[in-house]
C-alpha cells in the first residue's frame, strides 16, 4: 500500500537512544525507521529476534543517519521484561515506545504469568517495562514515553478488579480493554510525572486504520479491507506511524495528549487530536487502573 500523507518533519534526534517494541513489523517497523532516519540510535525490541534482525538489516541499507539494533522482548513475559530492562539500567533512554500487541486470540489463553494474553501483551508488560526504565527515561532531557492506543479503546469497559477478563471475556472486548488501559497509562503516567518531577512526557497515539499484522483476516474483515481502500480510509504503516513519530520527537506534541489521525471518524488522515475515551478523563478511573496494575504484576513505580 502506498504512502499518502507528506512525511512528518522532525528534530534531529542524533545521539538519543529509543526503543520501539514491537518493531519488526508495521506500525513498529514504521516508526523505527522514522527515528532511525532521524538520526536516533533505535533498539528494536522484538520477539522474534532473527525476525528483527532482518528488519534491522533492511533498515541499515536505507543508511539512515541512526543506527538500528535488536533485543529480546515478550511484552507478555514479565521475566523478559525484567531481563531487557536491566539491559539499559545503566543506560539513558530518550524515547520509549510501547507498540508491541496481538490482535486477539480464538479463546481466553493466559500468559506465562497467569494473566489473560492480550492484555499482559498488550498493557501488563508495557507498564512494567516502563516501571523498570523509569531511571534510565529520567536521566534523559524529557524522556518520552509513548503508548499505542487504538479507535477501538472507546469501546474498553474496564473493571480494575477484572483486568484479566475471568469473566465474560471475548476477544474484541479483551482487545478493546488493553487498549484503553494504554490511553490511561499515558494520562496517569504523565500525571505522575508531573506530580513528582520526574521529567517525563508521556503520550498515547493510534494510527487510525493502517495494515499491519494485526489486522484481522476473515473473510468479513477482508471485505472490511477491500471498502476501507475504496473510501481511502486505510493508511500504509508509515501513515498510520505518523502519530506515533509526532509524539515520539515532535516539539509540537503536548505533555499528556492523544494524537491520532484526523481524517473521517479518525480513520485516516494528517496527525491532531484524538478525542479521550471517557475513562480516561476520570482521576479516579486512571487512579484506580494504576493501583490495579502495580498490584497485578507486582512491579510498582519507584516515587522517589
Known amino acids: 500500500m502506498r504512502d499518502r500523507l507528506t512525511p512528518l518533519t522532525i528534530p534531529s534526534r542524533k545521539g538519543r537512544l529509543a526503543i520501539v517494541t514491537g518493531a519488526s513489523s508495521g506500525i513498529g517497523k514504521a516508526t523505527a525507521r522514522a ?8 533498539v ?15 533498515l541499515r541499507a536505507e543508511h539512515p543517519e541512526g543506527t538500528h539494533s535488536v533485543a529480546a522482548l515478550d511484552t507478555s513475559d514479565l521475566s523478559s521484561v525484567a531481563a ?7 543506560r539513558r533512554v ?13 479463546k481466553r489463553e493466559e500468559s506465562v504469568d497467569g494473566h489473560e494474553l492480550v492484555m ?16 534510565p527515561l529520567r536521566r534523559a532531557s524529557r524522556g518520552r514515553v509513548v503508548a499505542l492506543g487504538s479507535l477501538v479503546a ?19 472486548r479483551a ?53 476501507a481502500g475504496l473510501t481511502r480510509t486505510i493508511q500504509s504503516p508509515a501513515d498510520g506511524a505518523q502519530p506515533v513519530v509526532f509524539c515520539a520527537a515532535s516539539r509540537q506534541a503536548a505533555a499528556g495528549g492523544y494524537y491520532g489521525p484526523i481524517g473521517l471518524f479518525g480513520t485516516s488522515g494528517p496527525v491532531g487530536k484524538a478525542p479521550l475515551p471517557r475513562p480516561a478523563r476520570s482521576a479516579k478511573a486512571l487512579t484506580a487502573l494504576w493501583d490495579a496494575t502495580e498490584e497485578l504484576t507486582g512491579v510498582a513505580f519507584d516515587r522517589g
Open 84 to 90: 531487557f530492562a536491566d539491559r539499559f539500567a545503566e
Open 175 to 227: 482487545y478493546a480493554n488493553s487498549k484503553l488501559a494504554m490511553v490511561m497509562f499515558a494520562r496517569e503516567l504523565q500525571r505522575h510525572s508531573t506530580a513528582g518531577d520526574w521529567g517525563l512526557n508521556a503520550h498515547a497515539a493510534h494510527p487510525g486504520w493502517a495494515m499491519s499484522e494485526l489486522f484481522p483476516h476473515g473473510p468479513t474483515q477482508r471485505l472490511g479491507i477491500i471498502l
Open 154 to 172: 472507546k469501546h474498553g469497559h474496564l473493571q480494575p478488579a477484572d483486568l484479566d477478563l475471568r469473566n465474560r471475556w471475548s476477544s474484541r
Open 120 to 135: 499482559a501483551t498488550n498493557y501488563l508488560g508495557h507498564f512494567a517495562l516502563t516501571a523498570r526504565l523509569l531511571e
Open 94 to 106: 530518550d524515547i520509549l515506545v510501547l507498540n508491541a500487541g496481538i490482535g486477539g486470540t480464538r
Open 35 to 42: 527515528l532511525g532516519l532521524a538520526g536516533a540510535d533505535v
Open 44 to 58: 528494536l525490541a522484538v520477539r522474534d529476534v532473527a525476525k528483527g534482525e532482518a528488519v534491522a538489516q533492511e
